[in-house]
């Protein structure tokens, strides 16, 4: 009989470097941004962490957001990166309440890419664009050595026009406030997954990546009492709601039985083992409301194509501050972390 | 360890000597070696570990066993089914939920 | 989706829960032996539904937390080198080695994939006639049948730039060394349905004729970990002590032969070092020596590397059941899956990640010394 000896793996790995894990939109990214980003660039408007900046411009405020397109594979079902770029970016500054207006678009191009397939991004954002109503005012464009790129790297900014007594952030949920989510989780992430990976679907998964101004000013036309509003791209629904249960100080409690969620999505989560909470979505919203106008703000959404699915998932709750949590279907209750890094598939 | 999962043996080809199938889980599909399970066919439901079937599920055994658990559901239900309403009025979860 | 949606039915859940609340009238201490159940008991919040009286401890059964720290700075090592391209299921990329991880190394720069089959390495190597392919190998038996049949099926292929670097563990000779620990607490065990999937259970039936302790082989959802259960209290209130099998859908006595077969032709049972534990005798696999010439080990000169562990974090314990996660002082302060102190808080199914995914919170409201 061998003698058990106590011994433990590791010390604790430094953080010298920066990992993959710091982009994907998790804890490690949090973390940079509050040590790192927030110590240096100390403002009230940055300290709000919200999706967009919303700034007093003599009697009008504006949104103004940023953002970095770096997905691979550069083209996929449902879309590609210049009709991401353009998605992402208006729904930055829907989320604010705003309505998008202009758009600039830096490139950065590995050398040697294709012509065109730069000509197929810029034609995909372009409709992209017009189908938003917003114009692409200024841009840039580098070329990089071959090898320091990942082909096409797309960087944006946005402007837009916040109408008068609208005023969303993340720290205004309330107890009792009513969790509504716009439609089906987890298409996004696995479309891509499964063109990196060659997942075959019967009905392929397409990416849901569409601009949501318009739904949220539906919303905004149905009701005023909507507290924030978040759209749960990398990181997933999960990430959304601990940012808002922690700039909020609140819990928030979800059923996961009310969660929707496409059949070829679930079945891709089985499979790889992985939760469908983490995974990105690029055209869905989730809102905190007042409860009371909770059933009027879902069905004004579903009358919206992008909100078809639209459902109330949960409600915020005083006790468990900072912490979200699910109920389960056999009626206990876990936490909905927030991931370190990236969700990865796995065997066990 | 071990994340395996169920899913239905929709077709079977021999693709450079390998046994391989078409297994769908919930609206995928996804090419599955078949070596492990020469006895399953078109039909079946096959347990997917690592891209390989490590067994064929045994649908009269699950049936079996599944009936009687059933059984024991809804006499439980028939007979709990007055307190779980009252204890759970403003759980939305309803009385399905499983409590203590 | 069918044999999964009808075993999370929170109908039969709750009639399963009653039952095992019925029965009981004894404490008693269960293990779990799996990491995937762990996962689905936190989950699920499983062992707030039974009665406190049943106590669940975690088991070992976490490929991932036990793969010893050398194995991962082999595969750091092999990964560095710019010819090869490294192949791993994904649950190993972060599981820290010495100084450094596989995730690092594809920071900088190594070529590190992550694969959810082992065929998919074959394939790589098929296509890159000019890299060295290495596949990680690890896993419990439930895996040993698809990493045997990668190896065999290079060979047919007459691969050249294709090994395995194996780190494979073996189930019963860990409980058998549990069970034969003096300070074991536990009186029932959780078979793990997977493996005995392709091993089937005869192993089991020899531990409980050699230790009198109930043995019940158990699936992985919901209401088949409280079917397994309720069978073990049922076992233990009845004085009884035998191995039975909950998870009939999948398992077999003789288990999955086929599968065993291409575990024989192409691996060999030997000592294998788990991390936490030590050297079990007899509890791991390695290539047999007419399969060298895929034996990533021998081509990359790896084999004599040792490791020391650093004490600090008590996976041993935690690993053999005998701590709770939360009973380690480190637990989410100092150790977190962002900063993993040990394997059980890195890996997707090590018992201290799942405390920490599902039940961080509660934890918070206890003074931990």
């Known amino acids: ?348 | 360890m071990c994340l395996a999962v169920p899913g239905k043996l929709l077709e079977t080809q021999v693709i450079s000597d390998n046994r391989l199938g078409v297994v769908e889980f919930g609206g995928i599909k996804r090419s599955v070696f078949l070596d492990f399970v020469p006895e399953a066919q078109v039909g079946d439901y096959v347990l997917v570990h690592v891209g390989f079937a490590i067994s064929r599920i045994d649908e009269q055994e699950a049936q079996r066993t599944y009936e009687l658990l059933e059984r024991i559901g809804m006499l439980e239900t028939a007979e709990a089914s007055l307190d779980a309403d009252e204890a759970y009025a403003d759980s939305p979860g309803g009385s399905d939920a499983v409590h203590r | 989706m069918r044999y999964i949606d009808e075993y999370r039915d929170p109908k039969i859940a709750q009639a399963l829960v009653d039952q095992i609340h019925a029965r009981v009238t004894k404490p008693w201490v269960l293990m779990e032996i799996c990491g995937g159940q762990t996962h689905t008991l936190m989950r699920y919040g499983i062992d707030e539904l039974i009665p406190s009286q049943v106590e669940l401890v975690h088991g070992p059964g976490c490929p991932v937390c036990v793969t010893p720290i050398e194995v991962v700075d082999k595969a750091v090592e092999i990964a560095s080198r710019p010819d090869v391209i490294f192949v791993s299921y994904g649950d190993m990329l972060r599981v820290p080695g010495t100084k450094s991880d596989l995730f690092r190394v594809k920071a900088n720069g190594g070529d590190v994939r992550i694969a959810y089959s082992p065929m998919e390495a074959v394939k790589i190597a098929q296509k890159n006639p000019a890299r060295q392919v290495v596949f990680f190998g690890i896993g419990f038996e439930t895996t040993a049948p698809a990493n045997a049949m990668a190896v065999y099926k290079a060979r047919s292929l007459g691969l050249t730039n294709f090994s395995e670097l194996v780190s494979h563990v073996l189930v019963p000779p860990a409980i058998r060394l549990l069970l034969n620990s003096p300070e074991n607490r536990v009186q029932g065990f959780i078979a793990p349905g997977h493996v005995c999937t392709v091993m089937g259970f005869w192993e089991y039936k020899a531990l409980v004729d050699e230790f009198h302790v109930p043995i019940v082989v158990g699936g992985f959802e919901p209401v088949d970990l409280l079917e397994a259960i309720l069978m073990l209290v049922a076992q233990l209130e009845e004085g009884r002590a035998e191995v039975e099998n909950q998870y009939a859908r999948s398992v077999s006595y003789q288990g999955n032969e086929p599968a065993q077969r291409v575990v024989e032709q192409v691996f060999e049972v030997a000592d294998r070092k788990w991390r936490g534990i030590g050297t079990i005798p007899m509890s791991g696999l390695r290539l047999r020596p007419e399969f060298a010439a895929y034996d990533a080990e021998k081509i990359f000169g790896v084999g004599e590397m040792e490791a020391a562990e650093p004490p600090e974090c008590i996976s041993a314990q935690v690993l053999q059941g005998l701590k709770k996660p939360v009973d380690c002082p480190a637990f989410a302060t100092r150790c977190t899956p962002e900063n993993p102190l040990g394997a059980p808080m890195v890996s997707a199914e090590g018992a201290c990640a799942a405390y920490y995914q599902y039940r961080r919170h509660a934890t918070s409201l206890v003074c931990i010394a």
């Not at chain 1, 039985?257 to 083992?273: H, S, W």
């Not at chain 1, 579903?302 to 409600?315: D, F, S, V």
């Open chain 1, 1 to 348: 009989m061998s003698t058990l000896t106590l011994s433990c793996p590791t010390p604790a790995i430094a953080r010298d470097h920066v990992s993959l894990g710091h982009g994907s939109g998790g804890k490690l990214s949090a973390e940079l941004m509050r040590d790192l980003f927030l110590p240096v660039f100390r403002n009230p408007t940055l300290e709000r962490m919200d999706d967009q900046a919303v700034l007093q411009f003599g009697k009008s405020r504006v949104a103004f957001t940023t953002d970095s397109f770096v997905v691979k594979p550069l083209f996929f079902p449902g879309g590609d990166i210049g009709s991401l770029a353009v998605h992402g970016t208006v729904n930055d500054l829907a989320m604010g309440g705003a309505k998008p207006l202009f758009l600039s678009v830096a490139f950065i191009i590995e050398e040697g890419f294709p012509m065109y397939a730069l000509q197929r991004i810029v034609d995909s954002l372009g409709r992209a664009a017009a189908a938003c109503g917003v114009q692409i005012v200024t841009g840039d464009t580098k070329v990089v050595d071959k090898g320091s790129g990942d082909g096409v790297f797309i960087n944006t900014t946005g402007l837009g026009v916040v109408a008068e007594g609208v005023s969303l952030s993340a720290s205004g949920a309330r107890p009792g406030d009513a969790v509504i989510l716009s439609g089906c989780i987890g298409d996004h992430g696995i479309a891509i997954l499964a063109e990196r990976e060659g997942l075959e679907f019967e009905s392929p998964v397409e990416s849901d990546s569409a601009p949501l101004h318009g739904l949220v000013a539906d919303m905004l036309a149905a009701t005023r009492a909507i507290r924030c509003m978040r759209d749960p791209t990398r990181g997933g629904v999960s990430s959304s709601l601990n940012e808002i249960a922690a700039q909020s100080g609140v819990g928030i409690l979800i059923e996961e039985q009310a969660l929707p969620i496409r059949d070829e999505v679930r079945g891709a989560c089985e499979m790889l083992g992985l939760d469908p909470l983490y995974v990105a979505n690029e055209g869905k919203l989730l809102a905190i409301v007042d409860p009371a106008v909770a059933d009027r703000l879902v069905e004004a959404m579903r009358k919206n194509p992008l909100g078809r699915e639209a459902r109330r998932i949960g409600t915020v709750t005083e006790s468990d501050a900072g912490w979200v949590r699910m109920r389960t279907p056999l009626g206990t209750t876990r936490i909905v972390d927030m991931l370190a890094g990236d969700q990865l598939p796995r065997i066990c």
